[in-house]
Structure formats: C-alpha cells, structure tokens
C-alpha cells in the first residue's frame, strides 16, 4: 500500500510540472492564432515555445486530418522538409570534432569520384562552401524532385554535368544538392547510413522517439498530420505525400513541436542538452554566424528594425527588431515550417503546419517573437494577408492583360507521333513522351503530365491526376521542341533554371521490335553509285549494314521502314519499299541523303 501511495505522489508531481501556467507574455494568444488559421484557411498547425531550457508553451490548432476533423496537437507529426539541413551540419560538425573531416578541405577527398562540372569548382569547393550555398551552382531542384535517384551517390553523380551561374563563392544560392553532398560524406566517414547516424547521435540522446526519417515511417505512425493545399484560393485539398527518398539530408525529417523543442532546446543551450553534448559548442557558434551574404535586405521605411539576410551553417541569420535571428524554413509537398532561435535571448519557437508553401509558419513565428522579446507587436495577419491580396490581384490582371506572347493560329511542325520516344538530360533523368488519343504525354518516374500545345512546337505540362487533368496544376514551364539538320525532332528545351539558359534532354526515338522474318526483308546487297552496300542479320534480332572501308553498323527500328545508326547520331537509313516490297535504302545524314537501290 505504501508503494501504491508513492507512485500516486510521483503521478501527481509529474502532472503538476506538465500543467505549467502559461507564461504571462504568452496570454490569449490563442485568439490571434485561431485568426492565423481562418485567415489563411490552413488545415492545422502546431507551435512551441522553449526558453532556456524548458518548454513555456505547445499547442495544435486546427486539424492533422481535415477532412475527419482529427485535432492536430503538439505531439502530431509534420514533415519538417528544409528544417532538416541543420540536422545534417550538425553530423558534420560531430566529424570535425572528432578530426575525421576538416571544413576547409574539398568534398571528393570524401566522396570517391564526385565532381564537379568545371575545373574552377573541382579546385575551389570546400566542405564549408555546400553547408552555406556558395559553389555557384543554382538549386537544379528539378533534378531530384522529378528524376529520385536510385541511391544517394547516383543522385549525387548528376553534380557533374549541372552548370554553375557564377563563380565560387561569388554569390549565394540555396541548393540542395549539396547538402546530400554532405550526408553522404557521412556516410563514407561513418560506414553508415545518412539516417542511421541523425537516429543514433542525435534522436537517441534528446529523447525524440516519435520522430523519424521517411514517409513510410510517417505513414506508419499515430497522430500523423496530413499534407494540404489550398486550391483557388478558396478549397482546402490533400495532397499525396512526397517520398524525397534520396535527398533525405536535405529534408526529410517528420517530427512535432514537442519533440523539435529539445532540438532547439539543445542549439540555444550552445549544444548541449540536460547538461550533455550533443553537438560540438564550438561548431554551434559556427554554425550560427554568418559566412555568406543571402541579399542586401536593406531597412524599409515600414519596418527599419527588420534588416540583415546572411547564411551560416544550415541557418538564415537576420536582425529581428534589434534581436539576433537564425531560423530556416522548410517546405515540402503539403507542409511548411519554421525552426526559430533568439540565441543571445535563449529563446526558440517551432511552428509546423500542414499546408503547403504557408506562410502560417512565418506569421505565426513572428507573433510569438513579438511578445516573447517585449518589442513592437504588429498585426503580422494583416501585413501578410495585404501582401498576398495584392500578389493575387496583380497575378489576375496579368491573366486577364490581351497582351500574350502565344502566336495564335499555329501548329506543331510534325506529327505528334514523331514527337515520341525517350528524353534524356545527364544532370537531371530521362523520361518517356508517348501519344494516347490524338494528345501528347510525358511520363516522369512519379508524375504523368498532359502537353497542350502552345504554339509552334512549344507545348504547355499539366498534371493528370486520378481525377483526371488538373488544369490548375501547371508547372510553369514550356516544352519546346528542337529538329536535328535532316529534320526529325531531335530533342527538347526546358527553362528549368531561371539563372541557366534553357536545359536540352536529347530525343532517343522510341525502339520498335521486329521479328527475324520482319527483319530479313530488308537484308541483302545494295548499290550506291557502283559501291556495294550489304544488310545484314546477325542473330535473331540485329540487323547491320555494312559500307567498304568503314565499321559495320548496328540499325535500330523506329518504325516505319526507318532505322537509326546506333552509333552515329543524326544518321538513319530509309529502307524505300514498292509493293510490299524492298526496292531500295536512303542513307539520311547531316551533309545530305544519299540513295542506294537494291540488288535482285
């Protein structure tokens, strides 16, 4: 009995210090949260406020589950997306301490076989340069998100053949790319795996058992928020759960408000955690200072207090209303987030939300620093909700403008079947295009997109979705088709850099499989201008063709009596057939087409 009275006493101790009061900075701050989410129609969010070392405040508004009205609280789990680029630092930082890895050194001495694209990049990059975004290489996030890669290190080998905008630490530029760069030095460092090593040093010891490094873990959990979009403006709908698989380092954490809290906990307490190491103090303090310049972020007349935008380690540093900032965002397919530090006022707020692109997070954070930091409180709803009524309507006069750059009354240069066939870029993927009743689509690894024609041979993606095709869902770019010298569409150009000229993805034209019988019409002995040309199977399926003092030739069928020359580009042969029957070949070639008639 007097056991069953000590635990009782343990209980009642235990629920007194979970019922803290609120601090008196954060009273009925509920209703201008509860305004947060009706004005910007978002699902649900979270937020939690830490200071020193304890949690002041955590809470959920709105719904995990919107459609069933599940109740999102502080211990749902959100995708946390880019606020997982300091969990990846921090590794890194762990590895210098322990003399495994020097900041100032360049990555291939790491990665066996990672390169660049240029020699300047190869000689110039450092370990420091991908944690603060300064190897001159734009983001190139097309590459991930629409081509997963099969493995970390074959996602990271597209690094070679990506073009920088600048120069070497000449200007910064967010990319993601280099931060899988860095998970993967940890793992050639630590012989273990990206997620192995954030489960092990860092979830273990601060105690987050509920957080987790995948969407099929997420999928798997209880109290998993949905992700949401708000479609026109008006409707709030799910989206599909994005699996950024590979590029896991550079965001694919899932975790709560409670459970982030000892993670900032630890960042404000100069790495340390209920009196433990958990990162190297040094490297905290290098973390959060500034090495790069993100933009001038000059003072407004509005607002003169909020100034400064620099990058450290895996952080933004900026000047809040004379308060030291770091905070980084985070964004993936359906959720957003904010993990916000005031280090000189060991004060940090983390707010997750399930809507995708929000500005919940940032509104919501900026309320709280408001009255955690006793300065200025402005109406952060209302500026930023003027701010996207004036987005919106300036985006609805550009819709509505006569002026277009479309030329009307024009149509594609071929017919759409020859628009078919594979795509290819090296720093991105490939792709197949395939015609289905009378239109064109592009079937990528996880998405299939209608092309409606623009003008030209220019053509516009839309998404099709189980629904159908989601008009709404453009990807803002254009497809424009490119013909080789003997006129067959040779590829395509895509705007998927807005710092980069137009990427081409070369045309392989799609493989049509002909039978032995099929293929020995076209063998035998042809005469081009008195030189003997032979055809010729090899096996059951290759046919070859042979011209005197040069290499025999493999042919590819791409259907209609048309082969390609395997190894010659832009050279094909056109076998000439009257009546059902082989009369003759065209060799079509960059300097003109040369005819050859068939021997009896």
Not at 49 to 73: C, T
Not at 130 to 145: A, E, N
Not at 442 to 452: D, E, H, R, V
Request: aromatic share 12%; net charge negative.
């Amino acid at each position: 009995m007097k056991k069953l009275i000590v635990l009782l006493l343990l209980s009642a101790v235990a629920s007194s210090a979970i019922a803290q009061k609120t601090d008196k900075r954060l009273k009925k701050i509920e209703k201008e949260l509860e305004e947060v989410l009706e004005t910007f129609k978002a699902p649900g969010f979270a937020v939690a406020v830490v200071e020193k070392d304890k949690i002041l405040y955590s809470k959920g508004f709105g719904y995990s589950d919107y459609d069933n009205k599940i109740p999102a609280d502080a211990n749902t789990l959100f995708a946390i997306g880019s606020c997982t680029k300091a969990f990846t630092t921090s590794l890194i930082g762990m590895l210098e301490k322990e003399d495994k890895l020097s900041l100032d050194k360049s990555p291939s001495e790491y990665i066996p076989g990672f390169k660049f694209s240029t020699d300047e990049m190869n000689n110039g990059i450092t370990i420091k340069d991908l944690m603060s975004h300064s190897t001159g290489l734009p983001r190139h996030d097309f590459s991930w998100y629409f081509f997963p890669g099969e493995s970390k290190k074959s996602l990271l080998l597209r690094v070679a053949y990506q073009k920088p905008f600048t120069g070497v630490r000449e200007q910064w530029y967010y990319n993601n790319f280099m931060f899988l760069a860095q998970g993967v030095i940890i793992e050639e460092l630590t012989d273990r795996s990206w997620e192995e090593n954030v489960r092990e040093k860092i979830f273990k010891p601060l105690g987050m058992t509920r957080s987790n490094l995948s969407i099929d873990e997420l999928e798997k959990s209880e109290n998993a928020a949905l992700g949401y979009r708000l479609k026109d403006s008006t409707s709030i709908e799910k989206m599909d759960y994005y699996r950024i698989a590979k590029m896991s380092p550079a965001g694919s954490i899932n975790s709560s408000v409670n459970e982030m809290s000892k993670w900032v906990i630890t960042w404000i307490n100069g790495g340390k955690y209920q009196d433990r190491e958990i990162i190297p103090g040094g490297f905290v303090t290098q973390a959060i200072s500034s090495h790069k310049v993100v933009l001038s972020a000059l003072p407004d007349k509005d607002r003169p207090d909020l100034h400064l935008s620099n990058y450290g380690y895996g952080w933004f540093i900026s000047s809040y209303k004379g308060h030291y900032r770091v905070e980084h965002g985070g964004n993936i397919d359906g959720f957003s987030a904010s993990t916000c530090l005031f280090p000189a006022d060991s004060i940090g707020i983390i707010v997750l939300a399930n809507q995708n692109a929000s500005v919940v997070p940032g509104v919501v954070c900026n309320i709280v620093s408001d009255r955690m930091l006793g300065v200025r409180k402005d109406n952060w709803t209302a500026i930023q909700k003027k701010q996207i009524d004036d987005a919106r309507k300036a985006q609805k006069e550009a819709q509505e403008s006569p002026e277009t750059v479309r030329k009307t009354g024009t149509v594609p240069s071929h017919d759409l079947k020859e628009y078919t066939g594979s795509y290819e870029n090296e720093g991105y993927g490939s792709f197949e295009l395939a015609l289905s009743n009378d239109s064109l689509y592009a079937i990528l690894p996880l998405n299939k997109y209608w092309l409606k024609h623009f003008h030209y041979n220019v053509f516009e993606p839309f998404e099709v979705s189980e629904n159908g095709i989601d008009t709404t869902a453009q990807i803002q770019l254009k497809f424009n088709f490119t013909t080789g010298n003997n006129g067959d569409i040779s590829g395509l150009n895509i705007k998927m850099e807005p710092m980069l000229d137009p990427l081409f993805f070369k045309r392989t034209p799609e493989i049509v499989d002909l039978d032995k019988e099929t293929l020995e019409l076209y063998a035998g002995e042809y005469d081009l201008a008195g030189t003997p040309i032979k055809v010729y199977l090899k096996g059951e399926d290759k046919l070859y063709v042979f011209v005197p003092g040069q290499p025999e030739y493999e042919l590819i069928s791409i259907g209609d009596d048309k082969f390609n020359i395997k190894v010659l580009d832009g050279f094909s042969v056109q076998f000439v057939k009257e009546d059902s029957e082989i009369t003759g070949l065209k060799f079509i070639q960059p300097n003109g087409v040369f005819k050859a008639k068939k021997k009896q």
